[in-house]
């Protein structure tokens, strides 16, 4: 953390990959609970990816899970976790500086570009 209760900027692996990015970003967006299909709908996902994705964010401690049902009709659920938010605050922290970063500038600017390199080759 910062001086001012913010998370240091830092990429995060589990949260990188696009999908993932947009899920965590539709959480973090102001409601505590969000049901499945809405959540699929607003990021443009099918069930299935949203079901790879939010699996692989709970398991890494980002997002909680909770089931139940409307009627008789079985529902899921999902929001951030205080960990997971501070991991996206944090990612989302690290992408604005990197954007900032141009050729040219000082070398203690240039992390995020090395660290983007590096995060990289370790994803893909």
Not at 35 to 50: K, N, Q, T, W
């Amino acid at each position: 953390m910062t001086g001012k209760g913010t998370p240091a900027a830092r990429l995060d692996p589990v949260i990188h990959p696009i999908t993932r990015l947009s899920i965590c970003g539709l959480l973090a967006s102001g409601a505590d609970w969000v049901e499945f299909a809405a959540l699929r709908d607003a990021a443009g996902i099918s069930d299935s990816v949203l079901s790879k994705h939010s699996r692989l964010l709970e398991d890494a401690g980002y997002v909680e899970v909770r089931k139940g049902a409307v009627g008789r009709r079985p529902r899921t659920w999902f929001r951030l976790t205080p960990n997971g938010r501070e991991a996206f605050q944090a990612h989302v922290a690290w992408l604005q500086q990197a954007a900032r970063v141009r050729p040219g500038d000082a070398a203690e600017n240039t992390a995020p570009a090395a660290s983007a390199a590096h995060a990289a080759n370790e994803l893909g």
